[in-house]
């Protein structure tokens, strides 16, 4: 359609009114002619004015390009600025502000919202003089070729990240020439060789490939059958380090030109792993099949599938394919060890008997463990080893065991016929040697004699002290042994039990010269103790007696006793503590785990008096009360014969002390207010049972033995 600005020209003669006529409808079949010809084009033409760019005319495909009809173009102009895209407006407006004509590209953005591309070319209509006055323009519409571009630059985008991303080492280069047209980052980082130093360079040239004619050999074999090529090979790398690699190579075209892909893996990990491996298992099969025990894999149903070496007569032959469960004479233990694999997923023991020849029968320690591959078990390792001369050794300990326990048995017996021979020996000897005895009070009383005759009667009295006194420790070391020791509790006071311990071996100290000191602290300072006060009076004179006795003249004796904090589990309980220290002659250490059993003497005890018993019936009547008796040995105390006094050195195993401690033992402090309860001691003397309130402090005594080598049986 054609488009006219301005007002129509009149016709001024009718001289020339026919001569319009005929010229207008020659014009109007020509402006038809170029109208269908412009329709048909296939692009966008359209004609403006300049300078005011008013549409003048537009064809058939600016309506179908642009989706706005001429009409409405011509009466809006501004419609068409607004179409253009916001990115590509300024430069449509300067190229259609050109009135010497331009080439542009745009978007155009249509009422429908789709997008077009458009390459227009714009140019001026000039009039006689030169001067511009239409504007012409003519614009293809190339959306087909944007998005084609688009989507090969894409395309090449892909591969070119797939490509550089690749993990394998990747190289492209010319069949014809040789020269590397592409590599990706790994081929960089693999053999140490820059992008831009590679980059149309001849490959065969590069110091990479210990065979330089290698590329050239690939080439031909390329060529000859046209197929993919693997091959094994070992590269240097741009800082001289050897890598093995294996490479796949394929011929393609690319942009028309033959050219070579080839991917690169690297193996250098990989054969130095296998070769690890390798060694690994012909070391482990080495130590399989040299190993002492019998290994067998199984299947989880116990079928044979490996046998490290025949043992046991056990032949690979025979074995192999059957079911290991065939052979035991017990399976159910196998079994069960089997199932406990299966369900812990841990390994499990057993024993069996074994058949694996004929009726020879051996006994076997197994265990069975799992074989994994993943998360699942597979297979069954058994490890058989023979235990025929264990089980042997088991049977005859066995016999042995009998044996010692029958023996045992007839010892309990002969120590009670002893215990009962020794009771009646006591009560028969006890009574004439009383006779005796009191036979020789009364000469003694009535008697005329002289001062021999009195000094050989005190000798007799003496010696008949000694054997009563023997016999009545006898009778109750058996009587304890026997039912135990029983205990008349009473609440007393512990300084006033001391101090009547202390005058009653004062004598004997004072006739042998020994200094006798004692520490005493007040009864406030002592809780009141519930025990058989005549026992525990006979447990420390029994300990001073031995202090006394073992101790030179001029030597030093001491009695001490203080309210202490308990140690380790009896934190937080006050016990009361009694040392006895002295200077004497000691026992050697080999002594010192012995000194409370019966019969037992120090070897230092070279005066043949006594026989062993009086520690031991300390120990009774400790453990009677629920405590222990214990000795100690320290090297370090030093009497001065002028002053008495007597320097202590510290002792290590008693920090709370600077003396040590000989002889200790550990009693129960009760309230006063309930009423004693007899004690039995057990037969062993350790321990006693008590149904008294719950213990509310603890009482530790010690009592004394020479400084020198420590505590001592006494006689």
């Known amino acids: 359609m054609l488009l006219f600005q301005g007002v129509p020209v009149s016709q001024k003669t009718d001289d020339h009114q026919t001569t319009t006529h005929q010229g207008a409808a020659l014009l109007s079949d020509e402006a038809a002619l170029l109208r269908q010809s412009l329709d048909h084009l296939g692009h966008v033409f359209w004609v403006a004015t300049w300078p005011e760019k008013r549409l003048l005319y537009a064809n058939h495909e600016f309506e179908k390009v642009w989706g706005i009809s001429p009409e409405v173009a011509t009466h809006e102009p501004d419609c068409l600025t607004a179409a253009i895209h916001p990115d590509d407006r300024a430069g449509w407006i300067a190229a259609h502000s050109n009135p010497n004509g331009s080439d542009t590209e745009y978007r155009l953005c249509r009422p429908d919202g789709r997008v077009r591309w458009l390459r227009e070319s714009i140019f001026p209509v000039q009039d006689a003089a030169g001067r511009p006055i239409r504007l012409v323009g003519l614009a293809k519409d190339i959306t087909a070729y944007k998005r084609l571009g688009d989507a090969i630059r894409e395309s090449e985008e892909r591969f070119r990240k797939f490509f550089d991303l690749s993990p394998s080492p990747s190289c492209i280069f010319s069949a014809r020439t040789g020269k590397v047209v592409e590599i990706n980052t790994a081929f960089e980082e693999l053999t140490g060789y820059t992008r831009s130093g590679v980059l149309g360079h001849s490959l065969g040239k590069l110091n990479l490939w210990l065979d330089p004619t290698l590329p050239a050999l690939v080439l031909h074999a390329l060529r000859q059958k046209a197929t993919p090529q693997t091959f094994d090979t070992t590269i240097q790398t741009r800082t001289g380090q050897m890598r093995d690699v294996t490479v796949a190579a394929n011929l393609v075209t690319i942009g028309g030109r033959p050219c070579v892909v080839a991917v690169a893996t690297d193996l250098t990990e990989f054969n130095a792993l296998r070769r690890q491996l390798t060694e690994s298992e012909a070391r482990f099969r080495s130590l399989v099949e040299n190993a002492p025990d019998i290994l067998i894999c199984t299947t989880l149903d116990g079928e044979v599938t490996y046998l490290n070496h025949a043992d046991l007569g056990c032949q690979e032959s025979t074995l192999l394919g059957r079911n290991l469960l065939d052979y035991a004479t017990d399976a159910n233990p ?382």
């Open 334 to 715: 196998i079994r069960a060890a089997m199932r406990e694999v299966m369900t812990t997923g841990q390994a499990a023991s057993f024993e069996a008997q074994f058949h694996f020849t004929g009726e020879l029968q051996h006994w076997c320690a197994g265990r069975v463990a799992p074989i994994r591959c993943g998360e699942n078990i597979t297979e069954l390792l058994f490890r058989l080893r023979d235990i025929e001369g264990r089980k042997a050794a088991e049977l005859e300990l066995q016999k042995l065991y009998a044996e010692i326990a029958e023996a045992n048995t007839k010892l309990r017996e002969l120590d009670r016929l002893k215990a009962r021979f020794a009771a009646m020996l006591v009560h028969d000897l006890r009574s004439p040697l009383g006779c005796v005895y009191s036979a020789l009070e009364l000469f003694e009383t009535i008697g005329k004699t002289d001062d021999d005759t009195r000094h050989l009667i005190g000798v007799a009295r003496n010696s008949l002290e000694r054997a009563l006194t023997l016999l009545n420790e006898v009778q109750e070391v058996y009587r304890s042994e026997e039912t135990g020791i029983t205990l008349n509790r009473t609440s007393f006071n512990v300084t006033a039990l001391l101090q009547e311990a202390v005058d009653g071996i004062r004598p004997e100290a004072n006739r042998k010269n020994i200094i006798l000191k004692y520490e005493l602290p007040d009864a406030a300072h002592l809780p009141p103790l519930l025990a058989d006060r005549s026992k525990l009076l006979r447990v420390i004179s029994n300990l001073l007696t031995n202090a006394v006795k073992f101790t030179s003249k001029g030597g030093v004796v001491m009695l001490n006793a203080a309210v202490v904090n308990g140690m380790g589990v009896n934190i937080g309980r006050d016990f009361i503590e009694i040392s006895v220290t002295d200077t004497g002659i000691g026992i050697p250490p080999e002594d010192l785990p012995y000194v409370f059993d019966v019969y037992r003497q120090s070897r230092n005890n070279r005066s043949g008096v006594g026989v062993g018993l009086g520690l031991s019936i300390v120990k009774s009547i400790v453990a009677a009360h629920g405590g222990d008796v214990r000795t100690a040995e320290t090297y370090g105390w030093k009497a001065s014969p002028v002053s008495g006094r007597v320097s202590p050195c510290p002792c290590p195993s008693a920090p709370w002390m600077n003396r040590r401690k000989l002889h200790h033992l550990t009693v129960t402090r009760r309230p006063t207010q309930r009423q004693p309860e007899p004690v039995q001691q057990t037969n062993s003397g350790c321990q006693a049972q008590e149904s008294n309130a719950p213990v509310q402090n603890r009482l530790r005594l010690a009592g004394g033995a020479p400084a020198g080598r420590g505590a001592r049986q006494d006689s």
